[in-house]
């Protein structure tokens, strides 16, 4: 049973008729279909998400240095996004965008990922390759339409010297620089193989920085003043 429809104290008085029963059965009828369509849309969305979710471990399950990082940036992108005021639709989106950046890296060899040391410019060529391998994974799919731009262009610099197109500026989609600020955010402040984390201090004043070099400064700033009132607390602490 999904509810109850009531029909009390007719408007002219007297009893209810058989009329008004089949119209009052129409309507429960019609208003129960509603609900279950609304309760199966419901359920897919969330089998959606647990799928990307999903996705987004799987990638991560190739490299144990990684492990938590795209809902990090999923959850520091959506901070930004709360700062640059834009709307519950693009936030959801975003947030897609955020989990799946990094689902190309299954098409990058894990000798290269789980290497410690440099890559070689060979390896740096593959590594580069990841953003297209995950829009091209994924454009298919249309209820992604709108994150695939932010998982492209994730690794474009405001400055054009990014790639894997080498755009500049605000010809970056505006997911694409939200997610670079809080990748480089999150790169920064977690231990690598090669190298040790930044403090949370360091890695902001490195943010500014770049700004109008590689970020856009919009972002960095938005990533700065949400930072800094949701983490003041850890503001010197490594991430």
């Not at 989990?99 to 060979?122: N, Q, R």
Request: hydrophobic share 40%; net charge neutral.
């Amino acid at each position: 049973m999904i509810g109850v429809a009531e029909a009390i104290n007719k408007k002219k008085g007297g009893s209810f008729s058989v009329n008004d029963e089949r119209l009052l059965g129409t309507f429960a009828s019609a208003g129960a279909m509603a609900i279950q369509k609304a309760q199966l849309f419901e359920d897919l969305n969330d089998l959606f998400i647990a799928t990307v979710r999903a996705m987004a471990d799987a990638i991560e399950a190739k490299d144990p240095y990684t492990r938590g990082h795209s809902e990090r940036i999923r959850r520091f992108s959506l901070m930004i996004a709360e700062r640059m005021k834009l709307t519950e639709s693009d936030k959801s989106m975003l947030g897609l965008s955020a989990l799946l950046h990094d689902v190309g890296k299954i098409g990058v060899p894990e000798a290269i990922l789980l290497k410690e040391g440099k890559l070689t410019d060979a390896e740096w060529v593959w590594m580069r390759r990841h953003p297209s391998i995950g829009a091209d994974m994924l454009s298919h799919i249309k209820q992604l339409k709108g994150a695939i731009g932010g998982i492209r262009h994730h690794q474009e610099r405001w400055d054009g010297k990014g790639y894997p197109d080498g755009i500049a500026g605000k010809e970056i989609p505006l997911f694409g620089r939200i997610i670079c600020v809080a990748d480089a955010f999150d790169a920064m402040t977690s231990n690598r193989p090669y190298r040790k984390s930044l403090s949370v201090e360091d890695a902001l004043e490195e943010l500014k920085r770049c700004s109008s070099t590689q970020f856009d400064p919009e972002c960095v700033q938005a990533f700065i003043d949400g930072y800094m009132e949701l983490y003041k607390d850890k503001k010197s602490e490594t991430h």
